[in-house]
């Protein structure tokens, strides 16, 4: 995988045109220059179980770099805001199940040379912006039928009631 510690060997030109030296060319152009620590934000009901996920897909993260280069990326980022941590989305740039601890490796990408890297369990499920999102659009129900609703309605029928008896009554 790549590495924050990776060095290019040769120039970018330097296999003239042949096919390992386009590989080394992607290869040096993909160098992650910062690789930060990461956690999962969890989503046991609503999120994407690991097995399900893919390279190029987005993930909710959070930063939990605390050296000096992480809270600064991190604020950068939005992912500190008043020295609390928070989500922001990452997208996936290679998942690798590790045979001698059976965790995934999750390798995110924030922006161009700025990485994150986490080992989680396979069994978890993860936010995604996607299902963030459809949270937000539940919580914005213009019209539930709640009891403040109930109350209204019932005041109305009463209303009604009355004025039909004043008016029929006489």
Same mark, same amino acid.
């Given at each position: 995988?790549?590495?924050?510690? %990776?060095?290019?060997?040769?120039?970018?030109?330097s296999g003239e045109g042949t096919e390992a030296g386009?590989?080394?060319?992607v290869h040096i152009r993909n160098i992650t220059l910062v690789l930060l620590k990461i956690e999962p934000v969890l989503s046991p009901i609503k999120g994407t179980p690991i097995n399900?996920? %893919?390279?190029?897909?987005?993930?909710?993260?959070?930063?939990?770099? @605390?050296? @000096?280069?992480?809270?600064?990326?991190g604020d950068l980022?939005?992912?500190?805001?008043?020295?609390?941590?928070?989500?922001?989305?990452?997208?996936?740039?290679?998942?690798q199940w590790q045979q001698d601890t059976e965790n995934v490796m999750i390798?995110?990408?924030?922006?161009?040379?700025?990485a994150g890297r986490m080992f989680v369990p396979p069994e978890i499920?993860?936010?995604?912006?996607?299902?963030?999102e459809l949270a937000k659009l539940e919580g914005k129900d213009i019209f539930k039928f709640g009891p403040v609703w109930i109350i209204v309605l019932l005041l109305i029928l009463f209303f009604i009631f009355i004025y039909l008896t004043i008016y029929f009554g006489k």
């Open positions: 995988g790549s590495e924050a510690e %990776q060095t290019a060997e040769g120039e970018p030109g386009k590989k080394e060319e399900e996920l %893919q390279v190029g897909d987005q993930i909710m993260v959070k930063i939990i770099d @605390e050296r @000096e280069i992480g809270t600064y990326l980022l939005g992912a500190r805001v008043n020295n609390s941590l928070v989500a922001i989305p990452a997208t996936i740039m290679e998942l390798m995110v990408q924030f922006g161009p040379g700025v499920k993860i936010e995604t912006p996607i299902t963030e």
